[in-house]
């Protein structure tokens, strides 16, 4: 095998684990224990409002607009409060029971293990995400995926998140990998592609529903795992 990589940051989140489905699966669940019919007419409606308000207060995230509390907090109180549920400790104990829900599920995106297998024999393979730390590493077990990892680098640990610049520096300096040496795998333009690109790290972009690019051309694009294995 030729090629100048040895170091590989995968995110986890909709890269590798399939976190759209799992998650609505575990939202699923909630909506039919907690009785959130009584308000809402579907699961489905009662998904369809709280996705697009998950995911803006996700970007608010990584750019550092809001803490992690708050995004815990206002993601459920937006869709709790239309039913008159504004209660802080409800909400808390809601989404711990949520998050040990998801830890459970273990679909992940197609050819992922097998694109694991292949590349663990030639590269020295990282998780760089902005997930929270008790619960990614539960993920990775569950999906039988710890081993295959030298180390997990959090947005936690480094204080910061994709994709400021900081915190691929603090993944590199932590796995001893050189930049010219590294790549990014992900599926978030934003925060993988963008943020790797202006760390001067070459970037595969997981894109399977084919999505325009912006302001930066990723150095490799893909729309299945398994077209990585013709670039590594």
């Known amino acids: 095998m030729t090629t100048k990589y040895k170091s590989i940051f995968f995110d986890f989140d909709d890269t590798l684990w399939d976190t759209f489905h799992n998650n609505k699966e575990c939202l699923k669940e909630i909506f039919a224990d907690y009785h959130f019919d009584r ?6 409606t009662f998904f369809q409002i709280y996705m697009p308000y998950n995911l803006s207060l996700w970007a608010k995230y990584r750019n550092g ?9 206002e993601r459920l109180l937006y869709v709790l409060r239309p039913m008159g549920i504004t209660d802080r400790a409800y909400i808390l104990k809601l989404n711990d029971d949520f998050l040990q829900r998801t830890v459970n599920q273990s679909r992940l995106i197609p050819g992922a293990i097998e694109l694991l297998d292949y590349l663990r024999p030639f590269y020295r393979l990282f998780i760089l995400s902005n997930g929270f730390r008790e619960i990614q590493s539960q993920k990775l077990q569950h999906a039988g995926m710890t081993s295959y990892f030298e180390k997990i680098i959090l947005s936690e640990d480094a204080k910061i998140q994709k994709p400021h610049k900081e915190i691929f520096d603090y993944a590199l300096k932590n796995t001893n990998s050189r930049r010219n040496e590294s790549i990014l795998i992900g599926d978030s333009y934003e925060a993988d592609i963008e943020g790797a690109a202006k760390s001067h790290i070459d970037q595969i ?3 399977p529903e084919n999505l325009p690019y912006k302001t930066v051309i990723p150095t490799y694009q893909v729309r299945s795992l398994d077209e990585i ?3 590594l």
């Open 39 to 44: 308000h809402y007419d579907s699961f489905e």
């Open 65 to 73: 607009e809001i803490d992690r509390q708050t995004l815990i907090i």
């Open 205 to 207: 972009w997981y894109n």
């Open 229 to 231: 294995m013709q670039f």
